[in-house]
Nanobody, 124 residues
Framework: QVQLVASGGGLVQAGGSLRLSCAAS??????MGWFRQAPGKEREFVGG????????NYVDSVKGRFTISRDNVKNTVYLQMTVLKPEDTAVYYC???????????????????WGQGTQVTVSS
């Protein structure tokens, strides 16, 4: 069983930055994904990183603004968010899957383990 604890959300003005963290228990090489869900919308893929950490994938709307990295010693994955926009406002979730040592999945159904979510609010 994998436990994920997400943190780092908050309120920020448009153009600002936040860094989310997701600490995982157990093995250190889970493929990890970040998803977000805004009120009234489906949960959507934001970005992900392979278990080895050498492959990342992002949704087009965050490319060039968000960066995912991982520290396998600390068993933690980070989502660095810059140039935040009001449309980035959502609850952000991290998720883990044991497959995906070399690749990233955008499919939320591929991730059996989920963190509790952290709220990100971007004011205009």
């Amino acid at each position: 069983q994998v436990q994920l604890v997400a943190s780092g959300g908050g309120l920020v003005q448009a153009g600002g930055s936040l860094r989310l963290s997701c600490a995982a228990s157990g093995r250190s090489n889970y493929a990890m994904g970040w998803f977000r869900q805004a009120p009234g919308k489906e949960r959507e893929f934001v970005g992900g990183i392979s278990g080895r950490g050498d492959s990342t994938n992002y949704v087009d709307s965050v490319k060039g603004r968000f960066t995912i990295s991982r520290d396998n010693v600390k068993n933690t994955v980070y989502l660095q968010m810059t140039v935040l926009k009001p449309e980035d406002t959502a609850v952000y979730y991290c998720a883990a899957r044991m497959a995906g040592l070399y690749s990233v999945s955008r499919d939320r159904n591929a991730y059996p383990y989920w963190g509790q979510g952290t709220q990100v609010t971007v004011s205009s």
